[in-house]
């Protein structure tokens, strides 16, 4: 089940340059910032308890992305 709405999904990849948008490529898309999301979440989930806070904060999911590796596909 998707998350993401997927028209902000297509308009990201329209922004990016596409004229035309697939949903095959908008789903593919909404899956992968799905999937890294929740890593990033979790990661930062992780910081915020260790500071002892309940609340998530940018500094949190700012340090999560520096350790969290994007998800590789086509490999």
């Known amino acids: 089940m998707?998350?993401?709405p997927v028209a902000p999904v297509?308009?990201?990849i329209r922004e990016a340059g596409a004229k035309r948008v697939s949903e095959d490529?908008?789903?593919?898309l909404a899956?992968?910032?799905e999937s890294y999301g929740f890593e990033v979440a979790k990661e930062a989930v992780g910081w915020a308890s260790?500071?002892?806070r309940k609340?998530?904060?940018?500094?949190d999911i700012r340090e999560?992305?520096?350790r969290v590796k994007?998800?590789?596909y086509g490999d």
């Open 2 to 4: 998707a998350i993401l």
């Open 10 to 12: 297509s308009r990201l």
């Open 25 to 28: 490529a908008r789903d593919a």
């Open 31 to 33: 899956e992968i910032l």
């Open 50 to 52: 260790h500071a002892k």
């Open 55 to 59: 609340t998530v904060k940018a500094e």
């Open 64 to 66: 999560a992305v520096k």
């Open 70 to 72: 994007p998800p590789r």
